[in-house]
């Protein structure tokens, strides 16, 4: 159930959650599953507690980059940084070490220094040709730090390459390109909605129900004239 509903409803995700931690804590799944849920909703020191102890029982280092992003989210950059530097990282797999510069990027411009944050994604995973899971992400992030340092014209070619990478809607990398273009999106919708209905035959700004209005009025007028002739 955390799993199903953390993206969509991550209170949810974190109220089961709890009931998991409370029914099995001793089982690692149930407190990673549970780091998740908390991080999912910003409690970044509950998530950091709960994904300790899931490594403390599994042994792994795949949570090594999101307990570094935990620290972040506690005003902690520099203590993100000294993790991304830890041996750790060595041991991870290629889209931990990705998500771990990721990290450490953010670190960097939490930090004010923009320069580094860029020189930080600049990476053989940034260049590469092929697509991966963590293409657009990593040509978003890199976008976003060029825009930031003020390189508009870089940020604009990379935001594309991003969108071109995002296969899944990973990213607002379409709604960045407008904005930079300057194009605004209609919804057409309420356009539709906020339109006068009219038929051939009314005048000008006549609505169709005015019209029946209009007819239903003169039929009972026609009516009382006959009742009145009746009699």
Do not use: H
């Not at 993206?7 to 995700?13: K, M, N, S, V, Y």
């Not at 860029?118 to 053989?124: A, D, F, N, R």
């Not at 339109?195 to 006549?206: A, I, K, L, Q, R």
Request: charged share 30%; with cysteine.
């Amino acid at each position: 159930m955390v799993a199903r509903l953390i993206d969509e409803d991550p209170e949810g995700a974190y109220g089961y959650s709890k009931v998991a931690l409370r029914l099995a804590s001793r089982v690692a799944a149930v407190r990673e599953a549970g780091g998740f849920a908390a991080y999912a909703t910003q409690r970044y020191s509950e998530a950091l507690a709960e994904f300790r102890a899931a490594r403390r029982m599994s042994g792994g280092v795949e949570l090594w980059p999101v307990m570094a992003d935990c620290e972040r989210g506690l005003g902690r950059p520099e203590k993100a940084l000294d993790m991304a530097g830890a041996p750790e990282v060595n041991k991870l797999d290629k889209a931990g070490q990705v998500e771990m510069r990721l990290v450490a990027a953010g670190a960097r411009r939490d930090l004010g220094q923009l320069d580094a944050a860029i020189v930080t994604l600049q990476s053989p995973e940034l260049a590469a040709g092929s697509v991966q899971p963590w293409t657009a992400r990593l040509r978003y992030a890199y976008a976003d730090a060029l825009l930031a340092a003020g390189r508009e014209g870089e940020a604009r070619e990379w935001f594309a390459k991003a969108l071109e990478a995002d296969r899944d809607g990973s990213t607002d990398a379409s709604d960045r390109l407008a904005e930079m273009d300057g194009v605004d999106f209609v919804d057409a919708l309420d356009e539709d909605e906020d339109e006068v209905v009219t038929e051939p035959g009314t005048e000008s700004g006549e609505t169709v129900v005015e019209q029946a209005t209009e007819a239903e009025e003169a039929e009972d007028s026609v009516e009382g004239q006959v009742g009145r002739d009746e009699d």
